[in-house]
């Protein structure tokens, strides 16, 4: 069995898994952050993001590439010709669901969770610590408990050490996350929520909205 103080983390730079890192380095040695490239219209602000918070915690930090993710997917995270929805009614569960269409990525999370879990066993780590959040598990089901345990018992029989994957948010909506960052004192204002990597948030895509109305929910 790999050793349960060990953690491996997917670090995306979001509040998510921002508030996944510090609680994992609260209570395990986070030993890797990995980082996923794959073609992303966020990724020069992501890898900024969560390199900065590895640094602040002295966690090292690898990025992964995966061009062949970015080549057989439409998305509008990586299609720079698709145009990102934009100003969603979250609470209109038809137009989140069709926004997560347009920004799905085939088997994004399966495909982390695999090369994270790779890693957790060459490292002879217990946790795989993900960032995914109860609120996106709505339209997003790798988001969601159900995936979590789905992938568990997965890796019980893919891997000789068993790591499980360990996610502090995932009964948890954006306001509660963003109010246990605060709890940590994680800086939000060096989070990446974004879907695009301009100088400052849009402010409207999905993404942004959700950590916007969080924010004005905690009023920060």
């Not at 799905?104 to 982390?112: D, E, K, L």
């Not at 790798?142 to 345990?149: A, L, Q, T």
């Amino acid at each position: 069995m790999a050793h349960s103080n060990l953690s491996i983390i997917t670090l995306s730079g979001g509040l998510d898994s921002v508030v996944n890192l510090y609680e994992a380095f609260r209570c395990s040695k986070v030993v890797l952050a990995l980082t996923f490239d794959y073609g992303q219209r966020s990724f020069r602000k992501e890898c900024a993001a969560a390199s900065y918070f590895c640094e602040q915690l002295n966690v090292p930090h690898q990025i992964i590439e995966l061009e062949w993710l970015s080549r057989i997917t439409t998305s509008a995270l990586v299609n720079r010709s698709a145009p990102l929805p934009t100003s969603v009614d979250l609470e209109n569960h038809l137009a989140t669901a069709e926004s997560a269409k347009a920004v799905w990525v085939p088997n994004r999370n399966g495909v982390f969770i695999n090369i994270a879990a790779s890693f957790a066993e060459a490292m002879g780590a217990g946790w795989i610590v993900v960032g995914w959040n109860k609120e996106e598990a709505a339209t997003f089901s790798d988001n969601s408990g159900e995936f979590v345990n789905a992938s568990n018992q997965f890796l019980e029989l893919s891997t000789q050490t068993q790591p499980t994957i360990q996610c502090w948010t995932i009964e948890m909506d954006k306001t509660q996350i963003l109010s246990r960052a605060l709890e940590l004192g994680i800086d939000i204002n060096n989070i990446w929520p974004c879907y695009e990597s301009n100088d400052e948030l849009c402010g409207v895509c999905e993404s942004c909205q959700r950590f916007l109305r969080a924010k004005m929910a905690s009023s920060t």
